[in-house]
C-alpha cells in the first residue's frame, strides 16, 4: 500500500472554499477519515443533519453556540467537539464567521 502525506495551510483550504461558493469544502479523503473545512458567517444558520459517521470539529476562528444532543456550549477559537454518529447537533448564534475543521471516521458517506 502506498503512504500517502500531504500538508494544507488554513488560508490556502479558506480561499479554495470561497472560490466554490460553498460553506463546506472537503479537502481529504481516504477510506478511513474524511475531512473539510466548514465556514457559517455572522448571524447564519447551519442546516446539518446528524451524519452516518462519528466526527471532530476544530474551531480555527469565530465565535458561536453548539448543541450536541441535550448538551449546550459556548464555543470558539481553539474549541473541539466530537460528536458521535447519528447525533443531532448544530452551530447557531453565529456572533463572529465561524471556520472549522471538520473530521468524518470512516469518511463521510
Known amino acids: 500500500m502506498k503512504e500517502q502525506e500531504e500538508f494544507f495551510q488554513i488560508d490556502q483550504l ?8 460553498k460553506s463546506y469544502l472537503e479537502f481529504l479523503r481516504v477510506p478511513a477519515m474524511s475531512a473539510g473545512v ?3 458567517p ?6 446539518q443533519k446528524p451524519h ?5 470539529y476544530y474551531v480555527v476562528r469565530g465565535q458561536a453556540r453548539m ?13 473541539v467537539i466530537y460528536v458521535t454518529a447519528e447525533v443531532e447537533h448544530h452551530f447557531y448564534d453565529v456572533v463572529e464567521e465561524l471556520v472549522v475543521l471538520v473530521f468524518f471516521a470512516p469518511a463521510e458517506t
Not at 42 to 47: E, V, W
Not at 52 to 56: A, F, G, I, P, S
Open 14 to 21: 479558506e480561499k479554495q472554499r470561497v472560490h466554490t461558493a
Open 38 to 40: 466548514y465556514t457559517l
Open 42 to 47: 455572522a448571524g447564519g444558520t447551519d442546516p
Open 52 to 56: 452516518k459517521e462519528d466526527e471532530m
Open 67 to 79: 448543541r450536541v444532543g441535550s448538551e449546550d456550549r459556548a464555543i470558539s477559537r481553539g474549541s
